[in-house]
Every structure is written in C-alpha cells, then in structure tokens.
C-alpha cells in the first residue's frame, strides 16, 4: 500500500509540475512519450559534418536516447507485432545525426500522458501449498 501512495503521489507531483510547463514544451514532451510508445514515425539520419554525405537512414516507429557517456545514440525500434531491434550508433565530432518525425501526431497541450506498468505497481506473489494432507 505504501508502494502505491508513493506512485500516486509521483504522478500527482507531475501533474502540478506540467501545469508550469509552456504550451510547446508540453507539447513537446507528449510528443517524446508517444514516439517512446512506438507511435511516432522517424527517421533518423546521420551525416558526416567533414564529407557533407548521408552515412545512413533508418526509418520506423523508433524510440532514441542520446548516450553522453557512450557517446552513442541508441536507437530501439518497434519492427512487428510485439518485435524490436536495439541499434547503438556511434558518434563522433565530425558525424552527427538528426531525427524528422514523418507524420503528424495528435497530442494534448493541456495534459500529460502517464504510462504505468502493473508489474511495477503490482509486486511478483508467489503461492506455495502444502498438499500432504491432499488440502
């Protein structure tokens, strides 16, 4: 229970905290959540800065993460029903990536989404019995 009234109060925290965000940063971050949902359909490019050429594309329903420490950009795509593929693509100082959304999204200004999962809220149980006396 008190697991509970730890995620509620996060999520409630959120709520308040998105009420100081402006219109376009809210916006903007809807838009993040969708496309790590898989909802959102990218293309990512990367360029080399010193040769002005495309290295390579990769086009889907992808979630990306900039990996400072790595100096990488992982990028994990939704290929099927239940199927996804993680990238890591390494940068460099002289290659960089940029990332277009490819269709238009219809997300809310006025709130956020808030996407929980039950095996977070729920904790593993597990049932043992003792069936000696055939109970």
Do not use: W
Not at 100 to 108: K, R, Y
């Amino acid at each position: 229970m008190k697991k509970f009234f730890s995620i509620l109060f996060i999520c409630v925290s959120l709520f308040f905290l998105a009420s100081c965000d402006s219109p376009a940063d809210l916006v903007s971050e809807n838009l993040s959540q969708e496309a790590d949902q898989f909802k959102i359909l990218r293309k990512i490019v990367f360029y080399n800065g010193i040769t002005d050429a495309y290295m390579f594309a990769m086009e889907g329903y992808c979630s990306i993460m900039a990996d400072v420490y790595d100096n990488q950009l992982e990028v994990t795509c939704k290929v099927g029903e239940d199927e996804y593929e993680k990238h890591f693509l390494g940068l460099s100082d002289n290659v960089t990536y940029f990332v277009l959304q490819l269709e238009t999204a219809n997300v809310s200004e006025f709130h956020y989404k808030v996407y929980l999962r039950p095996e977070t809220l729920i904790p593993d149980i597990e049932v043992q019995t003792d069936n000696q006396n055939g109970n």
